[in-house]
């Protein structure tokens, strides 16, 4: 009688403890606790009570990792698959100190899809039933208790990730909304149409238009290294930078050029660049003096149909602390000449057989619609390009500007 009375005291023991262990594994979750936390009293609650000391625990969150080993030498192995856990018969894992034998794969399953397999066997050999086979149903319950959570934890984890990403996103769409313009000046000389397609939610496209007297104007168009809220404010700093230089110097390219070339360099810090091309326009002279750096060359089309492409610069912003070599341009305008702008994503988008739409399919627009308003030319060539690359997607982000001179 008293023997069979211990023995419903020890169960009774054993019952509360496992129902203890539980609870203390919930309430960790509870508290968020740290993953390491949760790993340390799943651990502690196997081997203390029930001498369960040999663990190694996989999981599954895109890649196999391992997340706990405990009584076992040596380093365990990597896992490329599930496959890896379907052993037939006793199962083993060959550490680097030798092959470990355990008693069971315990297995963590959501919709038929395993999220973890738990390895467990005993620390000795003895006699009677294994502990592991003993408490089977309750290691599987702790498992599928703390497998869950840790899971829950990553998703959360994420979840809270996409969310600041979707945030810094939408400020620097905000920002770069700002940046670009949507109304052009009305002025006698010089009409103007342009058109911008990001990839992404924010690209790293730029273009602008200004006067900074009555006889000078301003045309540039950018490309920043990078996308995101990083680009967006290097673009934003840079647009400050290069309006506030060229009110100050403006026929001075070079000086123009080094100095917003070591501001770039000072807020990248060599992590980004910036290409860009900008031009000044003075209007007594119909002279367009301008400097390229690094940027798609744009093409100038006079009254005639002869084009050029206005190549001469130096290399982009922000790339050397110091441009090693730099020079500017100067073109001489008639009356209805055409300055067309653009970045990578128009002239190198390619079409499903891989061929980029490229430079003569543009020169062949603007023949067509030469003396054509410039907003017609502009949708001509937004279309042309579409129709060019058919199904295939964009790569990059689509700016165009379009000029014409009276």
């Given at each position: 009688?008293?023997?069979?009375?211990?023995?419903?005291?020890?169960?009774?023991?054993?019952?509360?403890?496992?129902?203890?262990?539980?609870?203390?594994?919930?309430?960790?979750?509870?508290?968020?606790?740290?993953?390491?936390?949760?790993?340390?009293?799943?651990?502690?609650?196997?081997?203390?009570?029930?001498?369960?000391?040999?663990?190694?625990?996989?999981?599954?969150?895109?890649?196999?990792?391992?997340?706990?080993?405990?009584?076992i030498e040596g380093d365990v192995p990597e896992v490329q698959d599930a496959a890896f856990f379907e052993q037939k018969g006793e199962v083993f894992?060959?550490?680097?100190?030798?092959?470990?034998?355990?008693?069971?794969?315990?297995?963590?399953?959501?919709?038929?899809?395993?999220?973890?397999?738990?390895?467990?066997?005993?620390?000795?050999?003895?006699?009677?039933?294994?502990?592991?086979?003993?408490?089977?149903?309750?290691?599987?319950?702790?498992?599928?208790?703390?497998?869950?959570?840790?899971?829950?934890?990553?998703?959360?984890?994420?979840?809270?990730?996409?969310?600041?990403?979707?945030?810094?996103?939408?400020?620097?769409?905000?920002?770069?909304?700002?940046?670009?313009?949507?109304?052009?000046?009305?002025?006698?000389?010089?009409?103007?149409?342009?058109?911008?397609?990001?990839?992404?939610?924010?690209?790293?496209?730029?273009?602008?238009?200004?006067?900074?007297?009555?006889?000078?104007?301003?045309?540039?168009?950018?490309?920043?290294?990078?996308?995101?809220?990083?680009?967006?404010?290097?673009?934003?700093?840079?647009?400050?930078?290069?309006?506030?230089?060229?009110?100050?110097?403006?026929?001075?390219?070079?000086?123009?050029?080094?100095?917003?070339?070591?501001?770039?360099?000072?807020?990248?810090?060599?992590?980004?660049?910036?290409?860009?091309?900008?031009?000044?326009?003075?209007?007594?002279?119909?002279?367009?003096?301008?400097?390229?750096?690094?940027?798609?060359?744009?093409?100038?089309?006079?009254?005639?149909?002869?084009?050029?492409?206005?190549?001469?610069?130096?290399?982009?912003?922000?790339?050397?602390?110091?441009?090693?070599?730099?020079?500017?341009?100067?073109?001489?305008?008639?009356?209805?000449?055409?300055?067309?702008?653009?970045?990578?994503?128009?002239?190198?988008?390619?079409?499903?057989?891989?061929?980029?739409?490229?430079?003569?399919?543009?020169?062949?627009?603007?023949?067509?619609?030469?003396?054509?308003?410039?907003?017609?030319?502009?949708?001509?060539?937004?279309?042309?390009?579409?129709?060019?690359?058919?199904?295939?997607?964009?790569?990059?982000?689509?700016?165009?500007?379009?000029?014409?001179?009276?």
């Amino acid at each position: 009688m008293a023997h069979s009375i211990q023995r419903l005291e020890q169960r009774l023991e054993l019952q509360d403890y496992k129902l203890s262990a539980l609870l203390d594994v919930t309430q960790g979750i509870n508290d968020r606790a740290s993953e390491e936390d949760l790993l340390d009293k799943f651990r502690a609650s196997l081997a203390e009570h029930l001498g369960i000391h040999r663990l190694v625990l996989y999981a599954f969150d895109g890649d196999w990792r391992c997340l706990l080993v405990n009584g076992i030498e040596g380093d365990v192995p990597e896992v490329q698959d599930a496959a890896f856990f379907e052993q037939k018969g006793e199962v083993f894992l060959s550490s680097t100190a030798g092959k470990e034998q355990f008693d069971v794969v315990i297995p963590v399953l959501h919709n038929d899809q395993p999220l973890a397999y738990l390895l467990a066997g005993d620390t000795q050999e003895g006699q009677g039933v294994s502990p592991v086979v003993k408490h089977l149903n309750f290691i599987q319950t702790l498992t599928n208790v703390l497998v869950v959570a840790l899971q829950n934890q990553r998703l959360e984890l994420e979840r809270a990730s996409q969310e600041a990403t979707r945030r810094e996103l939408e400020l620097a769409a905000t920002m770069q909304s700002m940046l670009v313009p949507t109304e052009w000046p009305t002025d006698r000389d010089v009409d103007v149409a342009a058109f911008y397609k990001p990839h992404l939610e924010v690209g790293g496209d730029y273009y602008d238009v200004f006067t900074v007297d009555e006889d000078r104007m301003v045309f540039c168009m950018a490309d920043v290294s990078g996308k995101g809220i990083a680009a967006a404010f290097l673009m934003s700093n840079f647009q400050a930078n290069l309006r506030a230089s060229f009110q100050y110097e403006p026929d001075d390219l070079v000086s123009v050029v080094n100095r917003l070339n070591e501001r770039v360099s000072e807020n990248a810090k060599g992590e980004k660049y910036i290409t860009v091309f900008a031009a000044v326009y003075h209007r007594r002279k119909r002279e367009l003096q301008y400097v390229n750096c690094g940027h798609n060359p744009p093409l100038i089309m006079l009254a005639d149909g002869k084009t050029q492409q206005l190549e001469l610069g130096s290399v982009g912003l922000g790339m050397f602390r110091e441009i090693p070599s730099l020079e500017t341009g100067v073109v001489q305008l008639d009356r209805d000449s055409t300055l067309v702008c653009f970045t990578d994503g128009l002239v190198e988008q390619e079409n499903e057989e891989g061929v980029p739409y490229g430079m003569q399919r543009m020169e062949d627009i603007l023949r067509e619609r030469r003396g054509m308003p410039v907003k017609d030319v502009q949708t001509a060539l937004i279309d042309s390009v579409k129709g060019f690359k058919g199904e295939e997607p964009s790569f990059d982000d689509t700016a165009l500007m379009v000029v014409r001179f009276h």
